[in-house]
């Protein structure tokens, strides 16, 4: 694929300079000193490295209008160390990198090999899709519905990059087999792959779990200890509920996508790796955003590639085919007679609602192959999981919250009732409600509720 590259950039030195650098890394490179001189080349160009500050139109501008003109142009932004802000309002624009001056040449063109990758991955997409015809399973990954023809696409496609992977999805679509199907067909299959559950992990624990420690670090750590990352060099890391992950966390990650560099709890010493990053969330991070619970500029580094999963019952097209494939995972394992559903039994499944989505689904063909009877499963035997449901009714038109309540109560009402439930555990409390562990933290802020895990840790891994 042809690197062609237009810098627009008002510094005669500096752009010379990247010019240079560029050219000699195999990219065709023509440069600008503003807006209006770049315009006969925009055509042209395959890549676009602008200025942000410029005479006349000021990038940001700049990035918008090419955004909407050419979308699949990808736009590199430079900008003056420290503004941060800026950068990520130009990524929000449509950008889809940026870096900061001063820079370091090789990093730049780091930062443009990775927008080519990622511009190739999207221009094949539609390809792919039509080449898979008949593929409808990848790696036990059952899907002929056209969402999920679409994920499996973007998975071959970005599996051979090093592109970092956002996956989203409700819990038990199946955001973990994705994953390890992309690290799979990757080239990186022979080297670890680690998954980190950002909710399992205790918040005083989890820089020394992710980045290690050395001996004497704290109390008790007799001997030095590698973190996850260390442990995957070379291959993947997995990072499942990114949502979960505290500010004070959310820095280094951001470092170790950026530089791919961190340091160890206790020592000054810098180590650098070699990891292909996939984190995974079951919650609209834009709304932590909007919480001020997740950096924006984090949320950038990680949606380079998204993965939208769909739910069950939006691609009911496939459940015959997922029921038939756990049946034949399922029976001769649980010594069950089935062999095969009724049509009634296949009917029961397609029209239920699946709130535990994949998951849920094998675990009552699970169910209903073991308490079965004769080789066809019957519509009687399939054993759902009949949990009341979330919509409440009355006679007449239900209301929308208890009598004499207003919504803020309501809210804290819910609030106080999962954390008595949780029986004070804010993270399982958090699972209740449907939150991230730091938006429920922020919530009970705004309710003026003391947060006693915000208090400093004890002194131990």
Not at 68 to 88: C, D, H, I, K, W
Not at 101 to 108: A, E, G, I, R, W
Request: proline residues 6%; charged residues 25%.
């Amino acid at each position: 694929m042809s690197k062609r590259v237009l810098v627009i950039e008002d510094e005669e030195r500096l752009r010379r300079v990247v010019q240079l650098h560029l050219a000699s890394g195999g990219f065709e490179v023509e440069t600008a000193g503003s807006v209006e001189a770049a315009l006969p080349r925009f055509e042209w160009a395959g890549l676009v490295l602008t200025d942000l500050r410029l005479p006349g139109e000021d990038g940001l501008a700049l990035v918008a209008r090419l955004h909407s003109a050419r979308p699949g142009l990808p736009v590199v932004v430079m900008t003056a160390f420290g503004s941060v802000e800026t950068a990520v309002a130009a990524m929000k624009a449509g950008a889809v990198d940026f870096v900061q001056k001063p820079f370091s040449l090789d990093h730049l063109q780091t930062v443009l090999d990775k927008a080519f990758e990622v511009k190739a991955l999207r221009e094949e997409n539609q390809r792919l899709r039509e080449e898979l015809g008949g593929r409808y399973q990848i790696d036990n990954i059952i899907g002929r519905s056209a969402a999920m023809q679409e994920v499996f696409a973007t998975v071959l496609r970005a599996a051979p990059s090093r592109a970092t992977v956002l996956l989203a999805g409700e819990s038990g679509v199946g955001k973990d087999m994705i994953a390890r199907a992309i690290h799979q067909h990757s080239l990186r299959r022979d080297k670890p792959f680690v998954k980190i559950n950002c909710t399992a992990i205790p918040e005083n624990l989890m820089e020394s779990e992710l980045f290690g420690y050395e001996k004497g670090a704290f109390t008790g750590a007799a001997t030095a200890k590698p973190g996850k990352f260390e442990q995957a060099d070379g291959g993947t890391v997995f990072l499942d509920e990114i949502g979960d992950v505290p500010p004070s966390i959310q820095v280094k990650l951001l470092r170790v996508l950026q530089e791919r560099e961190f340091e160890r709890l206790g020592s000054n010493r810098t180590r650098h790796i070699d990891v292909r990053v996939i984190a995974a969330t079951n919650v609209d991070l834009r709304a932590a955003l909007e919480q001020g619970t997740f950096r924006q500029d984090l949320y950038y580094r990680l949606n380079v590639l998204p993965i939208n999963i769909p739910p069950l019952r939006d691609r009911r097209e496939d459940i015959p085919y997922l029921a038939e494939f756990f049946v034949g995972k399922h029976a001769s394992e649980l010594d069950s007679p089935v062999r095969s559903l009724a049509a009634g039994a296949m009917h029961k499944l397609v029209a239920y609602h699946w709130p535990g989505n994949v998951r849920e689904l094998e675990n009552v063909m699970e169910r209903s192959l073991v308490l079965a009877s004769g080789p066809v499963l019957e519509e009687a035997e399939v054993r759902l999981d009949m949990a009341p449901s979330r919509r409440t009714a009355s006679s007449g038109e239900p209301g929308f919250l208890p009598p004499g309540m207003t919504l803020e109560e309501y809210e804290r009402a819910l609030i106080r009732e999962a954390l008595r439930r949780a029986g004070g555990n804010k993270s399982q409390a958090a699972r209740l409600l449907g939150l991230t562990r730091n938006a429920l933290r922020y919530r009970l802020t705004q309710m003026g509720e003391a947060d006693p895990e915000s208090a400093p840790p004890e002194e131990t891994p």
